[in-house]
Structures are given as C-alpha cells and as structure tokens.
C-alpha cells in the first residue's frame, strides 16, 4: 500500500503559509496540528529521532496569541520547520543519529541556526533521523532505521534510500510534515536528499552560516542549510541562518551565461537523469538561455586532491577518537570504517590537502570567470533499493561514492550550489544543480529562480 501524506495542502510553500495566516485562511495552531498528524503517518515512519510535539503545540499557541494582539509575526509566520539531529535544541539531547550518543545530556540552549529559526517564528516540530554522523549520502541509519522515500514510493512502491546525511529532514518536508527541515551539507547532505526527494536544497558559502552547537563532521566543510519546497523559500531560510538580506538579481533567462561542465559530472548518468536532465537544457535554451558547454579539466582533480581520505575522516577522526575508542561497538561499521581513515592521516598530509585545496580553488575559479554558474545533475543515479544497499557493503559505498561525487565537489570548492527538481510527475525525482564559487550565493539563487520558472512554465498542465 502507498503511503498517505497527510496534509491540507501538503505542497504549501513557507510564502504561502505566512500569506494564509495573515489573512487568516489558516491559524499556526491548525498547521501546527497538521504537521504532528503528518509525522504521525506511515510516510513519515523513521524520520524523526524525537518529536517536539507539547513544545510546538505551545509554541505554536502562544505565536498565535501574539498575533491576535498585534504584534507582527517573523518571517516564518509560525510555519512547522524540522530539525536535523546535529543541532542542538534547549531541553533535548543531541545525539547525531548514533547509539554511541545514547546519555548525551539535553542541550541547555539552542544552537544559533535554532535560535535564528525560533526568532524567525518558526515552530519546531521535532529532530530528524539522518546517517549516523552524517556520514553518508544514502541515509542508511541502522540504529533506529532508514525512512522510505516518499517520493519514489509513490512512484513504484519500493523501498528506497531517502538521501543522506539530512534523510530524515527531506523526508519530513516531502511528507508534510514541515515546511522546511534545517539540515547540514558537508559533501551533498542537503542536496542529495532533495534531489532523491523532489524538492529544492540550498548549500550557502559555509562562511555565511554558524555552526556552533553542532556535532561535527568536517569543520573545513561543514554547511549550515536548508531543504525547502521551491527556490523562493530557498531564500527566505538562508536569509534567516545567514541573518543577511539576498540581494536577487531579477534579469531574464537570456541575460545569465551559465555554463555546462562536461568533466566528471555528465559521466555514468542512469537512463531518467540523462532524459530528465537533458530535456531541462533543451527546455531552458528553447527559453533563451545561453548555456554554453565546456570541458573545465580541473573537475578531474577533484579525487586526486581527496586521494588520502580528505577531510571528513581526519577532522571527524580528531573528534570521535576517544568515543570510538570506548563504544566502537556502538557505531554503525561503514560509518567507524570511514573515520578510521582519519587515524592514519598525518599532520604533514593534513598541510597538503590544505594546500592542494587552495591551489585547485584558485585554477577552478580562473576557470570559471564569465559564467554566472555552472549546471549539472545533482547526482547521477536515481534513489538506489534501500534493501541491496543495507545487506551489502560493496553496494552501499558504490552508490554513496556516486551519490556524493558531484555534490561535494562545490564543498571542496568553497562554493555554493542550489539542486532543484528537473522531472515529471511520472518520473523518478531527478535533481538540477546550479552552481558556482565562494559568495556567488545570491547569483546562484537569482539564476535558480529563472531556472525554476522555466522548468515550470514548461510541465504538462
């Protein structure tokens, strides 16, 4: 049986959540209940570690009586936003999806990105389920179990991979129940479940957001982010974690010059993300865009930089060294295996990665100069059975190795990149990333808009 998304209007945007409660279509206690019953159903099963439901039923009351006696609502307007478990929220433990986290202690304040998110009016409605660690793109968890994709349930029936590390989150919003789930990207983590999922992430310059108050993965990669349902929420969340205005760039399709890199990020496409992904180019050039197709080599050296592990196991490995030594067997195996690489990484091999980064930044960004963002498929296979990738590892780190090589080549990159959905309702969800170098942000968001409303205007009615 094909799971039930329970929602009034389940594809609601955060826009138009804050235009129906100023209007008084809807109260924040109704879509607060909504959200609860959502997460509640069977296609939010195993998305949440622990749910926030007396704390977002107050919240959501008080926020409402706020209103009632005038005083404006942020943003959020009081919009039921997740989670990801690597934030720290004022009352409740931490515990990054892991066994191994088990007596966390409840975290006494929130985490900046929360606090950020609470001022906003958002009412939080519990933490989500994700790799352990953030430790992989598929979103295996096999400590309190893997969330079905909605998405592609709804499609053929079967069980499979949400996307990771922010699985949960993505899995929350496509569900109904939030409007919009903060999560982390440190190699594809919000980006890779959005494009398994349908819906749109947004990794920022890892500069703009805080990540105090968080477990670690990669202090050199780690990204503050949100999945959302559509660009324009998009930037209605990065403005509220990155506490910065966009500035939006309203110019036509025609007058961006983007570029399509042929290096690395065309390679190996399964048959519906080549289709879905090259009838979006066709779509956007019988729109006027000018896409312009380039070889960028540099995309090549991408592995060879990452060839002694690369940051996530030496940064992790500094952080879980002493608690692996104690609850080893606490870990999920693939994720231990995967710090472990850290062990053996030397200081002198620590200064080169740095170095090789920063020489590879400076060649990709000359590379780059005149365009005002690259397009590729987010990643280059669609949502993989959960049940071949928890029973074999040869599987599971095959997928994830294909799932994080295109997403986390702009974390290497310092960049700041944007996947959006580019398939039809009857097709598995397919990704289109936008993207491009440090700072870039507000270019990538001004072109991801243009991108969005052509693909739109151009679906089947």
Known sequence: MKPRILSATPRQTLVAH???????????????????????DEAC??????????????????????????VPLGPLAGAPISVKDLYDVAGFPT???????????????DSP????????????????????????????NPHFGTPANPATRAIDGVPRVPGGS???????????????????????????????????????????????????????LDTVCAITRDVADAVAMHEILAQRTVRLDARPLPGWRVALPRTLMLDGLDATVARAFERALQTLRAQGARIEEIVLPELSQAAVINATGGFAPAESWAWHR?????????????????????????????????????????????????????????VPIVAPEIAPLAASDEAFFAANGALLRNPSTVNLLDGCALSLPCHRDDEMPVGLMVWSGALADDRVLSVG??????????RPS
């Open 322 to 378: 002493q608690r692996l030594a104690e609850r080893s067997r606490s870990y999920d195996p693939r994720v231990a295996q995967r710090i472990r690489r850290g062990e053996t990484m030397t200081a002198a091999d620590y200064v080169d990665l740095l170095q090789a980064r920063a020489r590879w930044i400076a060649s990709m960004t000359d590379a780059m100069r005149g365009f005002d963002a690259m397009l590729s498929p987010t």
């Open 113 to 140: 990105a929360v606090a950020r998110v609470r001022q906003a009016g958002g009412v939080l409605v519990g933490h989500t389920n994700m790799s352990e660690f953030a430790f992989s793109g598929v979103g295996i």
């Open 45 to 70: 099963d195993k998305a949440f570690i622990r749910r926030f439901d007396d704390s977002a039923r107050a919240s959501a009351s008080a926020l409402q009586a706020m209103y009632r006696a005038g």
């Open 449 to 458: 808009l243009g991108v969005e409303a052509a693909l739109r205007a151009a």
């Open 18 to 40: 804050g235009e129906g409660i100023r209007r008084g279509a809807q109260t924040i206690e109704a879509t607060t209940r909504q959200a609860l019953e959502a997460a509640s």
């Open 95 to 109: 515990t990054a999806a892991s066994a191994a986290m088990h007596d966390a202690p409840a975290a006494a304040h």
């Open 166 to 220: 922010t699985s949960g989150g993505a899995v929350s919003v496509a569900a109904g129940a939030a409007l919009a789930a903060l999560g982390s990207d440190t190699g594809g983590s919000i980006r890779i479940p959005a494009a398994l999922q349908g819906l749109v992430g947004f990794k920022n310059t890892q500069r703009l957001t805080p990540l105090e108050g968080t477990v670690p993965l990669s202090t050199t």
